[in-house]
């Protein structure tokens, strides 16, 4: 298994990631993977109570596993006259056309700009 991040799922560029918290650090009971981007956008997981290098792996393993689906846009809800675009996979509004993953359950979009 790789420990490369998958990109961005909101802009599609590269993200970085690494362990906060901790046992004992700011009363959490188990690590933190955080995945930040550039972009703003933020996402975390708690990987359970395990040692730094296995939360790593299941960090990494966690946020990649987004990035394996595939979705496609779908008619959405009526918006000023026009129909918004939503996943095929979680019903999330893709109102930006650049997106390249849906920014709700990560899936690839299918046709997306790459």
């Known amino acids: ?47 359970g109570d395990v040692d730094e290098d296995e939360a790593v792996r299941r960090g990494v393993q966690e946020w990649n596993a987004r990035a394996e689906r595939t979705c496609r846009k779908v008619p959405g809800k009526m918006h000023f006259g026009e129909r918004r675009p939503k996943c095929s996979e979680c019903g999330y509004g893709l109102g930006d056309s650049r997106w390249v993953y849906c920014p709700k359950c990560g899936a690839r979009i299918e046709g997306g700009q790459s």
């Open 1 to 47: 298994m790789s420990d490369e991040l998958k990109p961005c799922p909101k802009c599609g560029q590269p993200v970085t990631g690494g362990l906060c918290g901790g046992p004992a650090a700011y009363g959490c009971r188990e690590w933190e993977y955080e995945v930040e981007c550039g972009c703003g956008l933020l996402w975390s997981c708690s990987p």
